[in-house]
């Protein structure tokens, strides 16, 4: 089964990759381990020719790119002497000449390959390399954030089993469940949203000090955003670069939270929202 971003944020990355840079057909995938990429996506192509196309470090256009951590290209794939044609078949299937490859890279480390191809043997321009860049640019952004996300909640579950099993623990539970929040308008994938809201419900119900009739209140979720903030002691403006938000923002979202609350200071703000249950 395809990992989310692998179906979310890749197939958003190569139809931005076709409309920058004016390129008929971008296609790409993740690797499944360390020196085997399979292509995932298509947009724009004719045929599935290329469709779930194993690629090797090494091996083709792709390859390359993945072995040596940079971005390549070829003029005329069929006829190039700088890469090897374990994949002619496919590439000729799609009619595909002008070729380019960029890794995707997290860490330092290849996650994944995408291509842009025209069906003429063209010489690529800076623009078509920089359009491929800033693609790949975007699926690496995505994996960064689903891999915080994945530790993040691996390591939240256990506090929540046991919040009390190390002196300081609650601090640890609540700057988990600020970040977690933080990173939610992050994660474009439905499924790993949903499951993220989840977890931070669970943090934010672990304290177990919440009182049942302070649970009615409904706050919007990026007014809890900015409470979770509030309660690490940010600023509104330490709490606006937090969240991507401009101050004046911020300081919206906590008068709303502040009036829903029936606080008349910020600490009262935090102390109510916990009585709810909606912040740990």
């Known amino acids: 089964m395809p990992e989310p971003v692998d179906a979310v944020e890749m197939q958003a990355a190569l139809l931005r990759l076709r409309r920058a840079s004016g390129l008929p057909v971008a296609f790409g995938g993740l ?12 947009n724009g192509a004719q045929t599935t020719a290329l469709r779930g196309l194993v690629i090797t470090a090494g091996s083709g256009l792709g390859g390359k790119s993945i072995a040596l951590s940079r971005p390549c290209a070829v003029t005329d794939y069929p006829s190039s002497r700088h890469i090897s044609h374990e994949y002619d078949t496919a590439v000729a299937a799609e009619g595909l000449r002008s070729v380019v ?8 480390k290849v996650r994944g390959v995408l291509y842009g191809a025209l069906r003429e043997p063209l010489t690529l321009g800076d623009r078509t390399f920089d359009a491929a860049v800033a693609a790949a640019r975007d699926v ?8 915080e996300v994945q ?12 919040p009390r099993a190390a002196p300081g623990a609650w ?23 949903e499951e993220l809201l989840s977890v931070c419900g669970l943090l934010a119900s672990a304290s177990g000090t919440s009182v049942p009739g302070a649970r009615g209140v409904q706050l919007a979720p990026r007014e ?17 670069d937090r969240l991507g938000l401009r101050p004046e923002t911020v300081k919206g979202y906590l008068r709303a939270a502040m009036r829903k609350l029936g606080a008349h200071t910020r600490l009262e703000a935090v102390v109510a929202a916990r009585r709810a249950g909606l912040l740990p």
């Open 31 to 42: 690797l499944s381990d360390a020196r085997h990429a399979r292509i995932a996506e298509l």
């Open 224 to 240: 809890i955003d900015v409470l979770a903030c509030v309660a690490a002691g940010a600023t509104n403006a330490v709490a606006a």
């Open 101 to 108: 490859a960029v890794p995707v890279v997290v860490r330092r």
């Open 140 to 147: 690496e952004q995505a994996l960064a954030v689903r891999d």
């Open 151 to 162: 530790q993040l909640m691996a390591v939240t579950r256990d506090q929540v089993t046991d």
């Open 171 to 193: 601090e640890d539970v609540r700057e988990a469940h600020r970040e977690l929040r933080a990173l939610v308008p992050k994660v474009a994938d439905p499924a790993l949203r």
